[in-house]
Nanobody
Framework: QVQVVESGGGSVQPGGSLRLSCAVS????????MGWYRQAPGKQREVVAY???????YYVDSVKGRFTISTDNAKNMVYLQMSSLKPEDTAVYYC??????????WGQGTQVTVSS
């Protein structure tokens, strides 16, 4: 069973940057597809980006060109570099295997707030 601990969130002004980190245990990261998800208030959780074992990444249209997902298999870490942040990026961000569903085990997430 995968276990994750997300960190790195915070409050930033529009146009700012943040780097989220996810410590992963319980799986061999190098053979898994991992994703970052977010849930804004009153909305369903959505996938933001995912990266497969070969290093190919997918991004939802709203974050393309602004977010970058990466992994460090030696450290069992997944990262999400976010730049040019917008108020609509405000959400709790989670990492997990991709795809992941409500019955999967989820971490506590990390809050990202973009506001002037």
């Amino acid at each position: 069973q995968v276990q994750v601990v997300e960190s790195g969130g915070g409050s930033v002004q529009p146009g700012g940057s943040l780097r989220l980190s996810c410590a992963v245990s319980g799986i061999v990261l190098s053979i898994k597809t991992m994703g970052w998800y977010r849930q804004a208030p009153g909305k369903q959780r959505e996938v933001v980006a995912y990266i497969n074992s070969g290093g190919s990444a997918y991004y939802v249209d709203s974050v393309k060109g602004r977010f970058t997902i990466s992994t460090d298999n030696a450290k069992n870490m997944v990262y999400l570099q976010m730049s040019s942040l917008k108020p609509e990026d405000t959400a709790v961000y989670y990492c997990n295997v991709f795809p992941a569903f409500s019955f999967n085990s989820w971490g506590q997430g990390t809050q990202v707030t973009v506001s002037s």
